[in-house]
């Protein structure tokens, strides 16, 4: 076995064993919630109760040659769940097929509480409350993500509602494009062939950030140091 080989190999045992751990840890934890579940059906406050289930972030389990989570923005870290369960009683459940944003979280429970958004409130909310937008369309937009992964890398992304994903790495000046209809994965690079769609796409996110008073050309994006513990940063 070549050494190349041999690394694969290795990398697919790793993988496979943190699938399996991440999948213990999943079960895990949905037997801790059917625990709380069961105890807050005592109480009897379901039909006056929202729920709210989602994830911060995914996990990279090297679908694109890294483990854990932060340093890219692959639907892998991404692409999480986003669960509203109103009080029992309320309306039937509708499922928003297309993608939403986790600033959309706030002002859907803002709305489906019925608590009243003043001016102040309202000019710092950037996302959309769900059940307007369910009856409105006005979810279906360009939803941004970005990372400065512990300052080791500084990225932005915009996925728009065609399916078309930008990936845009500030301290390198790199793109990468991918089309989540056929591409899924995000396993085959289309910035140097689409170069008038990267071309838009990057205007648009740059265009994004400068609204929100984030100009992305104003700074030098220097790779730094950040860790989280200072054990992974001892002086020599």
């Known amino acids: 076995m070549t050494l190349a080989s041999s690394l694969i190999h290795d990398f697919a045992i790793v993988s496979a064993c943190m699938v399996s751990a991440f999948s213990q840890i999943?079960?895990?934890a949905d037997a801790k919630f059917r625990e709380f579940l069961?105890?807050?059906?005592?109480?009897?406050v379901a039909d006056r109760t929202l729920f709210v289930l989602t994830f911060d972030h995914g996990t990279e389990v090297y679908e694109h040659r890294r483990f854990d989570h932060g340093f890219t923005l692959y639907s892998e870290l991404t692409h999480v769940p986003l669960i509203f369960e109103l009080p029992r009683g309320g309306a039937r459940g509708i499922e928003v097929d297309h993608s939403v944003s986790s600033i959309d979280v706030m002002p859907t429970i803002l709305d489906l509480l019925d608590v009243p958004i003043d001016a102040k409130l309202a000019k710092q909310l950037r996302g959309f409350s769900l059940t307007a937008a369910a009856k409105?369309?006005?979810?279906?937009?360009?939803?941004?993500?970005?990372?400065?992964?512990?300052e080791y890398t500084y990225k932005r992304s915009i996925l728009a509602p065609d399916g078309w994903k930008l990936i845009y790495t500030l301290e390198s000046r790199s793109r990468?494009?991918?089309?989540?209809?056929?591409?899924?994965?995000?396993?085959?690079?289309?910035?140097?062939?689409?170069?008038k769609r990267?071309?838009?796409?990057?205007r648009r996110l740059f265009q994004h950030f400068k609204n929100i008073g984030h100009d992305l050309t104003a700074r030098r994006w220097e790779i730094g140091l950040n860790p989280v513990y200072p054990s992974q940063a001892k002086p020599k």
């Not at 069961?38 to 009897?44: D, I, Q």
């Not at 409105?136 to 512990?150: A, G, L, Q």
């Not at 990267?198 to 990057?202: M, P, Y």
């Open 176 to 195: 990468e494009l991918f089309d989540l209809t056929r591409d899924p994965g995000e396993q085959k690079d289309l910035a140097k062939s689409e170069t």
């Open 38 to 44: 069961e105890a807050f059906e005592k109480l009897g």
């Open 26 to 28: 999943g079960s895990d």
């Open 136 to 150: 409105e369309d006005r979810s279906v937009r360009d939803v941004i993500s970005e990372t400065d992964y512990r």
């Open 198 to 202: 990267a071309d838009e796409l990057e």
